[in-house]
């Protein structure tokens, strides 16, 4: 069904071995996106081998852009200053940028100097648009037409162009650029030859500002099924588009960064990243994860006297902290996906606030009252019972419902990213008032508990 | 930017006051996607209500369709056989079996029993493919021609047909219905009017087979830049087309199962799903996660004699066991993001899982230096630190390290989630592991701890 994989093996002897032709021969007329797989796991020479067949066939940038973004640096940093701008200068606006972004700080401006003054102009001005916008991101590689357009003049002005990368709407603007309506392709085609564009455009189409960030521009794209979104700067002018594969990059980015986030990853700690790099990475999270750990050690520290007491207490310590954990990630997990999907709105989030915490007081009852029995059939005390289930209906229903749903919102509020840290931080508070609930009452109450 | 959403309290008021056809001018032409939200929070009478509304004006399917998938059932529970079936008739074919879908078992079938012939044997033939594979969510209503077919026939054809649901490429077949090739609809609007598809076609397009799994299908779309899928069956006739709006919303959905799936989390556990529905689904989890707390607790309870001749070491243990679950957990996460991703195949993966050990020993050694030396600051005993920072290589390098990255592995290889409960667990054996070899290496060297 899909393509055979190119063989890497014989490409890499092909490497040694062959002219420049027959590699390309070989590679053929195969998928950019298949071509761009090759890169990974070549040694430096032969990566500039290949970069330089794709580059003399100007097929370089269209692959290099398919590059996981963790690999495309690294690729990048083997290529020459003066082919890297060439290879700038042929692709399209918005992959020019992913390169340019792909450069360290200190090489980007050396290579934006080398390109000529109109592709300089162009990076310059997408490269100006924060980080996370989708100005950013977009592609100035779009085609618009008057109202005043018939279907036949459109269609004669799209065949003068040519290819253009992508291509689903004719984007209708005034005189001053103004985007005033789109009009489908697929409408275009069934026309009859006179009809102007202004009599069939779709008028006041949806559209995002070019600072609007890039995770709510996909969120329009998916909930509307469009195939491209216009971006308007703010009085309205037609800057850009972006293509509903953008849009699925960045759901995929999100989703990556989400999952990462709760569990204390950078976005480039990949499966294939370097041991150092990713060691590097997960250094800062596992001190923080130090950190919130020593809290709880410390308050287990506060407890040492009853605990030496009663020694039997050390055993069910894990059964309070494990289950609040997992509940407080529970938790935390629906509250970020919602916000990701865009499916709660802080109007609406004290609503879901209370739902978990009644739902983890409902667990926490069933567990606490198993936790309970199983208790008093193995150490015979009905009181121990007693205390680890209250410390459970604590910690999992009030502390872990309440900080998993509230700590996620807050963190939203604060313009952070939602899922940042979640899971360290959730757990660690469960651990520590795990702890705290139950010594606290197992302390209170030791004299029924011996 | 975006359309301003519709307020919801007017309509609550308007469908208590107003005239149906007042309702519907208010409404207006909005997407589908807004009006599906004006059921979120409404009463059963005003959804019957406003399900009437829309039914008449033959809008209901497009807008139920757009609902999230846990709000649909409890809205088609609250339509009569009559009016739902009259709907799923009307309905595009893919949308006819989400609603299918959506039934309970026993009214599944009673509802297919009053289609009409056509529509029944369609949505037989859909709802026989399996859940998960790309024939059960492909569309049918799709236009073939023959490679003889002209540019200006193809386009006759078209207008005759009229509104297609989605419509980006023409699809080319054999006289008996086997898929030769596609034209992509910009190049038919620049084709002359005489050329044959034939001649424009790209031949042997990427295609599914009706079994491939959604996930792989979705991929296929995003990795080359798809708009559709075409779907065929064994002797390669097609039977269907998948879009790129299906593909964003199964990476949405693979995105949740995933991270649902870590925290053992059902995939209908949503932010506003009834508590009762979410304790329930809750509590299975609830039950693993007790017996690995259970298992943790068991490895404790053996070491209770050291514990009580040397109850500062109780102080440390929420340390071993917080870093190494946190450890398994960060694994586990970027292994399942790559298997999500379609980064790793299990040709590498043992590549991955030594990475994955390695990082975490180099981190261990790291975390177990820091809390040596602040053992031995804090308790003057040089032994302490060097049992904590052994447990702490052993478990976050070694255990947490191997389970995380291989766990998610196995389970793919046995064709379950990679991600199912793989939280819960990672934590369950860090847990008993760090209990084991922090307690069992102060046992072997208590004369040295007290």
Known sequence: MKPAPIDHNTVREMLRTATPDRVLRFIGQRHPADIALLFKGLEPPEVRQLFDI???ARRADKALKELPPELLPDILALIDDDKLSRMIVRADPDDAVTFIDSLPEERRERIIALLDPERRAEVRELISYPEGSVGRIMTTDFMTFLPSTTAQGAIDKIRERGELETFFYLYVVDEAGKLVGVVPLRNLVVAPPNRSLGDMMIADPIKANVMMDQEEAARLVSKYELLALPIVDESGRLEGIITVDDVIDIIDKEATEDMYKM???????????????????????????????T?????????????????????????IAGVGGN?????????????????????????AVVKQVLVNICIALAAGGVIAVAAFLWKGNPYLGLVLASAMILNLGLVAGFSGAVIPLVLKALKFDPAMGAGIIVTGLTDAFGFLSFLGLATLFRGYLS
């Not at 590097?280 to 130090?290: E, F, G, Q, S, V």
């Not at 410390?298 to 055993?315: D, K, Q, R």
């Open 263 to 293: 569990a204390g990853l950078a976005e480039e700690d990949r499966v294939f990243t370097p041991v150092s790099r990713s060691v590097k990475m997960r250094l800062p999270w596992t001190i923080l994860n130090l950190m919130t750990a």
């Open 295 to 319: 809290l709880a050690a410390s308050v287990v520290g506060l407890f040492e006297g009853t605990l030496h007491e009663i020694i039997a207490l050390v055993t069910f310590m894990p059964v």
């Open 327 to 351: 509940g407080a990630t529970q938790t935390a997990t629906v509250i970020i996906r919602a916000i990701a999907l865009g499916e709660l709105e802080f109007s609406s989030a004290w609503k």
């Open 54 to 56: 794709l580059f003399s």
